[in-house]
Structure formats: structure tokens, C-alpha cells
């Protein structure tokens, strides 16, 4: 039986069900930064682009909204394997990343996403941790989060491309960050913007909320494993305390 009823009610429970859990305590946040706490994505596709199609190989702006959340090496091998039939080197690897953040840095600065601030106050408030998790290695937007977001994101709380083998869909990254804050899955809370992070998260066992802020449409977000959906951040903003409300105070 539940002793609260909220319009969350239901994928709270879904997600209770699934793991086999009377209730979810939540302790920290595991939050993504690209597409998530900043609107960086439209930059990060347009670099991406420039980058690849000077290599010779084919492809589309479009399609690096879908690699989203994978470290620069995996998105560059795989583009290798597709477009040359061969893997990157490192030495490819570490060249071709490092032009793509010059690429990124050439274009107009990025802005911090509507609502995000407003969801990280309300984390702190429900006291949980906050932990950074991105695939990035770009140093030109988390050195900005202290300033963007400051109080929210401890330096020693924070997983990058850097700290991790595999990036996500691994759920490696979510696992590390859990590591870190010193909780279960069933402490955590993962906040995504793209495939597969949401699908890293789920894996990760986390309760794992999905925004769509870029082009890529919620069933997507849906069939990568995420417990919520929420149109844009403005809307999550507006409704997170109710959910995190829910999460805390749901029994089954
Ligand atoms: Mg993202």
C-alpha cells in the first residue's frame, strides 16, 4: 500500500516493482551536463560535423544527437569503423577530439539550460548529492560550472570522460558516480537528456528521469529505459519537487 498518492505515483512504482523494492531513499542526483545542464548540444553536433566531414567520411549533422553521452574516442572510432573499415589509432583518436573542442570553442557561447538551475536547487534543498557524470573531456564547460552552478557540483564529485573505461550506454559512468557518493542504485536519481545516458542510467538501477531538450523525440527516451519523461527542463523545474516528494514518501 502507498501512504501517498501523487500523479508520480505511478512510475514510482513501476520502478519499486521492477527492482523489487518496498521504497527508494534517495541520497544523491547523478546528473548529465551536455543537453542537460547546459543547451550545448546544437554546438556539439555542429563541431562534430565539421570535424568528420573534413576526415572524408560521410554523415550527418542529425545523427550526432544520437551519439550523445559516448566519450569523443568511441563517437571517433565508430565513425572510423563506418566510414574508412578501420578502428582510429590513439594517436587519431586524441588529434581529432582535441580539433573538435577547438571546433566547439570557435562557436558562440553556450547558454546554461533554462530550468536546470532551478531542479539543481531543489536537489540540494531535498538534501541530496549532487554528482556530475559526462562523457566529455571539455574542459571549456566544466571549468564554467562554478560559476554557472555554484554550491551544486563538488570538485571531488565528478565523473568525466577521464574516470571512466567504458562510457555510456556502459553504465559504468552511473556506477562510479554511486562509487563516489558513497550509494546504492536505489539511492540514486539519474537526470538525462539522451538515449543512451538514459540507458546507461537504467542500467545503472538508478530511477532515471529523462528530458528531451534537443530533437530527439520522448519514445525514444522511453524505450532506452527511463522510469519519466518531461517534455523540457522549464517543465521538470516546475514539477520536481512533487517527484521528488513522491520518490521519498512512496511505500509499497
Ligand atoms: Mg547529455
Redesign the pocket.
Known amino acids: 500500500m502507498m501512504n501517498t498518492a501523487s500523479i508520480y505515483s505511478q512510475p514510482v512504482v513501476a520502478y519499486l516493482q521492477r527492482n523489487g523494492l518496498n521504497s527508494l531513499n534517495p541520497k544523491a542526483a547523478l546528473i548529465?551536463?551536455?543537453?542537460?545542464l547546459y543547451d550545448?548540444?546544437v554546438n556539439h553536433t555542429a563541431a562534430w560535423h565539421r570535424l568528420i566531414s573534413e576526415t572524408g567520411i560521410p554523415c550527418t549533422r542529425d545523427e550526432f544527437y544520437l551519439y550523445?553521452?559516448r566519450t569523443g574516442a568511441a563517437t571517433i572510432d565508430a565513425l572510423f569503423v563506418r566510414g574508412l573499415g578501420r578502428h582510429a589509432t590513439d594517436e587519431e583518436k586524441e588529434r581529432l577530439y582535441h580539433l573538435k573542442t577547438v571546433y566547439f570553442q570557435e562557436l558562440p557561447p553556450v547558454e546554461v539550460m533554462p530550468g536546470a538551475p532551478a531542479v539543481m536547487e531543489a536537489f540540494k534543498v531535498f538534501g541530496l548529492k549532487r554528482v556530475l557524470v559526462?562523457?566529455s573531456g571539455q574542459s571549456s564547460l566544466i571549468n564554467r560550472l562554478d560559476s554557472d552552478y555554484p554550491g551544486i557540483f563538488l570538485p571531488e564529485l565528478r565523473i568525466t570522460s577521464r574516470s571512466v573505461s567504458r562510457g555510456k550506454p556502459d553504465p559504468e559512468p552511473y556506477l562510479k558516480a554511486m562509487e563516489l557518493a558513497g550509494v546504492r542504485p536505489d539511492q540514486s536519481i539519474v537526470l538525462?537528456?539522451?538515449p543512451l545516458?538514459v540507458e546507461a542510467g537504467h542500467r545503472s538501477g538508478a530511477f532515471t528521469i529523462a528530458v528531451t531538450?534537443g530533437p530527439i523525440p520522448a519514445e525514444e527516451m522511453w524505450r532506452a529505459g527511463a522510469d519519466i519523461v518531461f517534455p523540457s527542463m522549464p517543465a521538470l523545474a516546475e514539477n520536481i519537487v512533487l517527484l521528488l516528494t513522491t520518490l521519498r514518501d512512496t511505500r509499497l
Do not use: C, P, V
Open positions: 548529465d551536463m551536455d543537453g542537460t550545448s548540444m550523445e553521452g559526462t562523457g538525462e537528456n539522451a545516458g531538450t
